[in-house]
T-cell receptor
Framework: GAVVSQHPSRVICKSGTSVKIECRSL??????MFWYRQFPKQSLMLMAT?????????EQGVEKDKFLINHASLTLSTLTVTSAHPEDSSFYIC????????????FGPGTRLTVL | GQQVMQIPQYQHVQEGEDFTTYCNSS?????IQWYKQRPGGHPVFLIQ?????EVKKQKRLTFQFGEAKKNSSLHITATQTTDVGTYFC??????????FGSGTQLTVLP
């Protein structure tokens, strides 16, 4: 149980275009989903927390107008990188938490974004 | 804000040797979690520790949570090549968000 999928797994785009990444909890309802970014050989940095049906909470330094997050249902959250630039190239990973008192997060397989 | 420090950053061991990674939090944690990330992969949940002084074992892996709930360790006995990867601790505080340590990249030499 507790499987989280992410799509696409890899994407290459031109500078200035927008890219949408989907994160789905397949066998549980995720009241909260998290989006992380990981640069090569570095740790995971939390970008934002999204709760189903409400606006995402962004971490300091993360531009909310650039990284649009939508959590429209209990099983789906999307991250859209708008007007992507080469410096946005990174590994984007989502995670989902089922709610209640558990803090365990289940991670998706990640999306490797390369902006040319 | 909450900070989680993890050492060492890198560790090379001969197969069969033991390995330990340590985490320290700047604040008291409600729980601490450990993850393993293989090269090119995503973090995989290993365990969660909640109680002060808790010790949990998974085969050759031993996890400890400090009495003050501010530090933790992961010890691997008799490493194998399958243990290769980066081990992250992640602390959960009052906001129930995870703050990840910097990770320890383990290389096991055959």
């Amino acid at each position: 149980g507790a499987v989280v999928s992410q799509h696409p797994s890899r994407v290459i785009c031109k500078s200035g275009t927008s890219v949408k990444i989907e994160c789905r909890s397949l066998d549980f309802q995720a009241t909260t989903m998290f989006w992380y970014r990981q640069f090569p050989k570095q740790s995971l940095m939390l970008m934002a927390t999204s709760n189903e049906g409400s606006k995402a909470t962004y971490e300091q330094g993360v531009e909310k107008d650039k990284f649009l997050i939508n959590h429209a249902s209990l099983t789906l959250s999307t991250l859209t990188v708008t007007s992507a630039h080469p410096e946005d190239s990174s590994f984007y990973i989502c995670s989902a938490r089922s709610g209640g008192f558990t803090d365990t997060q289940y991670f998706g397989p990640g999306t490797r974004l390369t902006v040319l | 804000g909450q900070q989680v420090m993890q050492i060492p950053q890198y560790q090379h061991v001969q197969e069969g040797e033991d390995f330990t990674t340590y985490c320290n939090s700047s604040t008291t944690l409600s729980n601490i979690q450990w993850y393993k990330q293989r090269p090119g992969g995503h973090p995989v949940f290993l365990i969660q520790l909640v109680k002060s002084g808790e010790v949990k074992k998974q085969k050759r892996l031993t996890f400890q949570f400090g009495e003050a709930k501010k530090n933790s360790s992961l010890h691997i006995t008799a490493t194998q090549t399958t243990d290769v990867g980066t081990y992250f601790c992640a602390g959960s505080g009052s906001a129930r968000q995870l703050t990840f340590g910097s990770g320890t990249q383990l290389t096991v030499l055959p």
